[in-house]
């Protein structure tokens, strides 16, 4: 299943911050990132951590679970993504060889943090965040 969306992708960041951080899922009984195939990859990687306040990427520890999640979704948006990322390679060397009609497989775009455009002021260019 490929990803399109930019809200898409920060839906599946939250419900994995969620997940690591030991809370139900927002909606459901499942979590929103368990609809893909990555998500038995993703929880073998990260289910020393679950439940423990205690960040897998950097190693600081957090007193409040609101705390713990916004760090995972502001300081480690990327390297969940990445985290996806490698477990969808792992997955599509493990099925190269099976022959399966139909496979969800992740895909996330890169975002654009930064969009860029083009002034003129007395003739240099100069480059704007937006």
Known sequence: MIITKERDTSRI????AR????LKPAFGDKFYFEKYSVAKCIKS???????RKFCPFCHKEFKRISSFIAHLMRV???DIENLIAICNDEIC????GK??????????????SMKTSTKYSS????RSRK
């Open 123 to 126: 003739g240099i260019r100069v």
């Open 45 to 51: 990687k990260l289910s020393n951590f679950r439940g």
């Open 13 to 16: 960041v939250s419900s994995i």
């Open 93 to 96: 060397r493990e099925n190269s």
């Open 99 to 112: 022959s399966q009609s139909f496979l969800h497989t992740l895909t996330l775009e890169p975002k654009k």
């Open 76 to 78: 480690h948006a990327r």
């Open 19 to 22: 997940w690591v951080a030991g």
